[in-house]
């Protein structure tokens, strides 16, 4: 398949640039107010409780996924150049790192509120997908964090690939952490469930899918296969999800029977 290019820069304003990609994340934060609303009449939250629980969480995706891409993917070069970490105009967030920044402010929003911890990540989770679709989308117009050299009919030759046609991994990752996980979480959560049982269920889905197309995927160069000639860092941080994602689970599900 022929690859769409897409200039990045969606909008030129004089000196002022707006990209695609900035743009997705404010449609990623966009649903999931919108979707916060509508949980938020099921579940007895205010609107105003739902936009300070996204603003905690905004703060959480950009400072820890910042930061997770420094530490996680170049580490050597930021303990080289420590100023790097403040050139977000060059690009690179973690999803992992952002997670770990969201679960922060979740603790920070616990205490401001008095809710639950997870009461707070139950809430939200089934609206993460929605971001992480806009997320590889914006991967995709950007043509980076492409896939594998392949002969499938819908692989595509990226601009910054080479001339071979490869996976188009982004779009692997909007349909499965995005769009399936979703349906999934959303479909899920649309019955009461037991204390934890949707954050479980999130983390194991996305620890499946991610640590799947990892196998599709080309590694971050500075990184390559960190063992056996197929394991990524993707997939070392993946495993942690799937495990902890199973505990939380399976302990809500039996919770829920003892009581």
Avoid: C
Wanted: charged share 15%; hydrophobic share 50%; proline share 5%.
């Amino acid at each position: 398949m022929v690859y769409p290019t897409i200039d990045p820069v969606a909008l030129s304003l004089g000196p002022l640039q707006i990209h695609w990609y900035g743009l997705m994340y404010l449609f990623g934060f966009a649903g999931a107010w919108w979707l916060g609303r509508v949980r938020a009449e099921r579940y007895g939250w205010t609107a105003e409780q739902v936009e300070d629980l996204l603003f905690y969480g905004a703060i959480g995706v950009i400072v820890g996924g910042r930061l997770g891409s420094v530490i996680f993917y170049d580490l050597s070069d930021t303990l080289a150049h420590p100023l790097n970490v403040f050139k977000v105009w060059q690009g690179g967030m973690s999803f992992h790192g952002g997670l770990l920044g969201v679960l922060t402010a979740f603790w920070f929003f616990a205490r401001k509120t008095g809710k639950s911890y997870f009461t707070i990540s139950d809430f939200i989770a089934p609206m993460v997908p929605i971001g992480l679709f806009f997320g590889r989308i914006g991967n995709f117009i950007n043509g980076e964090l492409w896939g594998k050299v392949s002969d499938v009919p819908w692989a595509m030759v990226f601009p910054t690939g080479g001339s071979a046609a490869r996976h188009p991994s982004q779009l692997y990752e909007a349909g499965l952490e995005g769009l399936v996980l979703f349906i999934m979480l959303w479909w899920y959560s649309a019955a009461p469930k037991p204390l934890g049982a949707v954050s479980g269920l999130f983390l194991l889905g996305y620890g499946v899918f991610r640590f799947l197309i990892e196998f599709v995927r080309i590694p971050d160069q500075q990184l390559g296969y960190l063992a056996l000639d197929w394991l990524t860092m993707g997939q070392i941080l993946s495993l942690p999800m799937i495990i902890v994602g199973i505990i939380i689970f399976m302990k809500s599900l039996r919770r829920k029977r003892l009581n």
